[in-house]
């Protein structure tokens, strides 16, 4: 379902319910598609079957090569993320 921001401010509860279904719900701006309503999946945690759906429309293909070897170190990216 598609709807024009004016109307899913007005619906917004009703577009919520679907969304939450797993219908596909696309918010358009001047008729252009902004914005989709997800349902969430469950907290804590990366859905990696629909990152690899993501990575495979986007054309991104898995691949280390050519990364240094210390960003497989997760006291790197500690390190990075200024936490250790």
């Known amino acids: 379902m598609e709807f024009a921001l004016r109307q899913a401010k007005a619906r917004l509860s009703e577009l919520v319910s679907a969304a939450e279904k797993g219908e596909r719900v696309v918010i358009t701006k001047y008729g252009e598609p902004v914005v989709e309503l997800v349902r969430l999946r469950g907290r804590g945690g990366i859905d990696l079957e629909k990152l690899a759906e993501d990575c495979k429309r986007a054309g991104i293909r898995e691949s280390k090569e050519g990364w ?9 990216s500690r390190k990075v993320l200024g936490l250790g």
């Open 68 to 76: 240094p070897k210390e960003f497989d170190d997760p006291a790197f």
